[in-house]
């Protein structure tokens, strides 16, 4: 469905740092990086290079501005998965926008948390698996 996802950010170096050590958490290998540009790109091991999860400053050269709405939300193994990615983002700058937990409003077995990455981007992980 998706071909790539591609959140600005207005420091690369410190996103870089953050997303690296998220996707870490997630077993998500990084794919590329390039500071010059500057961009980076992970996706899944099992996939065959797509969909890319991408970071990097604006192509138009303007200031990053987060989005009201927007959302990504990354797929967790396990429950345990979704508090451990949790704990490192607030560790690492993010704030909270929800802590982990089950939101049976979305359905009985969903266990997300919710937090904004430094440049305030809106970022979830989640276990859709019952336990």
Request: hydrophobic share 35%; net charge neutral; proline share 4%.
């Amino acid at each position: 469905m998706f071909s790539h996802i591609y959140y600005g950010v207005s420091d690369f170096e410190r996103a870089y740092v953050f997303y690296s050590k998220l996707m870490t958490c997630l077993i998500i290998k990084e794919r590329f990086y390039d500071r010059d540009k500057p961009w980076a790109g992970w996706n899944s091991p099992s996939s065959n290079g797509r969909p890319l999860f991408v970071i990097g400053k604006p192509f138009n050269g303007k200031v990053h501005d987060q989005g009201n709405g927007q959302m990504i939300a990354f797929s967790a193994k396990d429950r345990a998965t979704v508090t451990a990615a949790y704990d490192l983002a607030i560790e690492n700058g993010a704030t909270c926008e929800g802590k982990p937990g089950l939101r049976s409003e979305y359905h009985e077995s969903y266990f997300g948390a919710y937090f904004r990455d430094l440049d305030g981007n809106k970022v979830c992980v989640v276990c859709h698996e019952i336990e």
